[in-house]
């Protein structure tokens, strides 16, 4: 059949409208996998080639926090047996002429090329002869061309409070250094690190490299045991593992929104091979007249799909990797902050093949219906005149086993997505859809019949409608559903941004309580880096109209596998976590007993009263629980302590965050102008924020956290009106002769186009409420599953704009899907419609 | 001589809601080989039928059909697809011709479907056509062929696997009278030189007349 099955493939150009509407469904799908894919890819690899500045190591000791490790922990390690070498690294955020940039340095020797970047990538070298640079540094391609500096430039250095001129010998541009923190690092050697950074000696990470004998799970356990109180001692995959942790909520959530697409891509597929089958009914029946066996017939109409699925998933994919590069650099700032890294996009190897590989089966798997059903064409039929098409044996017939099924499903989903936990959370969630498309396609004929009555409402062209409506169920189910989908997307996932917003409105209210803010970060992101200055805060509180300053340190601390935000306050703070009721906060500021979020003491079966233990640069420090809290948190946890003990525990002496509160009857205008005074020659942006500002900043952050699940319900959407668009063509073709025999007895084009415009309203209608319904039911237990799913609980109320919105979606969908058939329908020649072949 | 084709007690039922109609009563029927019989009958005689069965396109409610000692009946739809592949020759009413294919690949059709290389069929394709006197029209789509080029297109795909056997649906039904006598000609010419067995309905007594024999069905009965 192989000669057959080329033959095939002339199909693509008889229609090419319809090739183009299924290339398009199709790649959009493979273009959600490959952006995500690419997005995820590029974050986690970015955090990777800062892992890979180990360069083989077995074992990476760091601090819990950015406070890193005492330097003469380096000995110790070296000392310790089965430890064959360590180096010590310095790898730290800075401020380089008013850029945040990577500091890294590593101790000197062969052994110490930072994951290959080593003298080779230099280029340039400093002026011939004159004194030595002082602070001699290289930097990164990016941050050259961004300062305009070369070898031979003098840059500032501001860190840790410090600013101090450094002298750049080179750029370094080779392949791997353009992908360390996207190429705006500076690399040095440890003792011009430290003096950049005023960190007395302190590094970031040893990188250890086992004795063979010993081998490095044997060396873990030893040194676990040994410093383990003060330091994290963990493969340095384990840097990319928290990363890959945190990033899991988003991947979540970007994987339900391209399911969706998927399954609406697939309907499009379906109804596009339900067509061709239906078209070539009669061309089928005679293949298998002539003796064509089913096998090799199903085997050439499944080879057109492929066909269609390997070119629409390329095509997808190049779509997908403009866009994957393009989100890069859209990733929330909160996002960027405990990554640690500025990303780079890199493209995994296997995004490409994995967004074609399964698009192009999702394409198979829609197409293997129709296809089946259409090989199984009657031999006889092949002798029947041509004119209307005929529906397959049995379409519209209701299947209660089917229905059961799917009813079984769809309730089980809403089971185990309110009652479990975690991954299982998002298999309800999606099984809750499944079961409706399902439990919908036992009852086919009941639908059609349903969509015709309603567009019988429409007078005499609806009760047209109806005619064609309730002879093709299986095209009328598969379009219902897909909008039934997209409608149930907009529903559910508005109710529950919309109750997000809300919940986490009243949790970070008391942001809006502190009069003014000072940060180096914006408002949208827990300020963690770079660091303030200690003196700023009296100078601040000395500035006439201030009442007082609490002053705030904030890190991301890795405790055990997983990364934590760490936060010291003073009492008087208005951050969120504090603000309990009765005076457990207030106690905590004072530094009595420690906070915690209640998702992750629920995970390690901790409850209030019982004992952590830290591990800090100065050692291991247990501290009760004295309260635990229930707040949406970016990683998979946070604690906090009061802001002395923070700043002792972990040898961090200075500020992430200035808290001001003013007199009463101060002017804040005037205040906030003076703190600015002071600020104003750091030589990295300071803002002075207003409670207000914070407090829509924090707002927006989540905004911006949900803008690609926004996104991806309006490609859902658009989609659909692709589907609808798809399936009123048919439509047309479909009833071709019929639409000529009523231009023949007199029926009017305009009469013609209303039809298949009441066709779609019809379809459009009734996915609509069933969408809503849906929607609502998912919104439902979707915001009962929040605690389980994200880690902390949010409100649910019922929410009336996202069913405005849909509503608004629907009419979009009709008009996108109908007016392009109607107007055609309405023109269908007469003597050809009703003409023999 | 033994018959070609062996029609015995053959019966065949519809149902049309809640009515059985009995489209076929009974039928028996003998045919020979190189014999060239047409079947008429009024609308709703069950001529379309009896061809439909003769075919192995359908299966009969009760009776037999027999065709070359193998009883149609007794094949399942592997066995019948491969037998309506290699030992029958369809004509259809309306053609039935796939658009996208070019004439000579139309005819090369039951042989591709039996795993032929195309390349290789083209030269018996093209011999074919020649001999229907569309030597000049071997690349031509469907589409550009008139009613009687593309019957005569049909005639050479359902030689193409020299079949023992010939059935036509009133092959003449779409076209006019010169193109439909030519198609006759054709026929009656493919039959007695090769001794090929045709059995054709029609509803054109002039048609019929064309054949060896007659055979009348009245109500589904043999008249």
Known sequence: MGGFAALHLRRFGEHPGRTVMSLAGVAVGSMLVVTMLGLFGSLTGSVRNVADLAGGADLELTGSTDAGLDASLADEVRAFPGVRSVVAVVRAPVAVNGQTVLLVAANGGSEAQLGGIGADCLEGTGPAGGPPPSAPVAIGGRLSRALGARAGSTVTVFAGGRRTPASVIGVLSCGAATQLNDGMFVATTLPIADALTGRGGRVDSLFVTADPATGPAALEAGLRGSVGGQAVVASPELRVELAEKGLRPLQQGLLTAISLAFVVAGFLVYNTMSMVALERRRELATLRALGGRRGPLLRSFLGEAAILGLVGSALGAVIGVVTARASVGKVPTIVLDYLGVRPTFILPPLAVPTGMAVATLATLGAAFFPARAAVRVAPVEAMRPDGVLETAGGEGRTRPAVVAIGAAIFLGGNLVTVLGHGDVVMVGFGAITLGAVIATAGITGRLAQGVGRLAARFGPTGRLAAAGIERSPRRIWSTTLAVTIAVGVVVALGGIVRNQEQSFGSDFASLADTDLWVQTSPPTTVPVQPLLPLEWAAEIAALPGVRGVSRNQAAYMTLGDEQLLMEGLEPGTNVPFFRLPGDTGVRAAAGDGMIASKAWADRHGLGVGDTVTLTTPTGPHDERLSALVDLPVIVQGQLGIDYRRFTEWFGRAALTGIEVRLQPGADPVVVRQAIRNIVSDAPIPVNVFTGAEVFDGSLQSLRQSLAIFNAMVWVVVAATGLAILNTMAISVVERRRELGILRAVGTSSRTIRRMVIAEAASITAVGAILGAGLGLIQHRVAIQAMAGLVGFTVDYGFVVFPLLTAGLAAVVMTMTGSLGPAIRAGRVNVVEAIGYE | ?223
């Open chain 2, 1 to 223: 001589m033994a018959a070609l084709i062996e029609v015995r007690g053959l019966i065949k039922e519809y149902r049309r809601g809640e009515e059985g109609v009995r489209a076929l009563d009974a039928v028996d029927l003998d045919i020979g080989l190189g014999e060239f019989v047409s079947i008429m009958g009024p609308s709703g005689s069950g001529k379309s039928t009896l061809l439909h069965l003769l075919g192995g396109l359908d299966s009969p409610s009760a009776g037999s059909v027999t065709i070359e000692g193998n009883d149609l009946a007794q094949m399942g739809d592997e066995g019948l697809t491969e037998f309506r592949r290699r030992r029958l020759g369809f004509v259809f009413q309306f053609f039935n011709l796939l658009p996208t294919l070019s004439a000579w690949e139309n005819v090369a059709l039951p042989l591709l479907l039996d795993g032929g290389r195309l390349r290789n069929l083209r030269g018996g394709a093209v011999a074919l056509l020649e001999r229907v006197g569309l030597g000049h029209r071997v690349d031509h789509r469907p589409g550009e062929l008139s009613g009687g080029q593309l019957q005569r297109v049909a005639i050479a795909r359902a030689l193409m696997a020299d079949p023992v056997l010939l059935l036509a649906d009133e092959p003449t039904g779409n076209l006019d009278s010169e193109s439909g006598a030519e198609v006759l000609q054709l026929l009656r010419d493919c039959t007695r030189d090769e001794q090929r067995t045709l059995v054709m309905v029609t509803h054109d007594a002039g048609a019929a007349a064309v054949g060896d024999r007659t055979v009348r069905l009245v109500d589904g009965r043999v008249a």
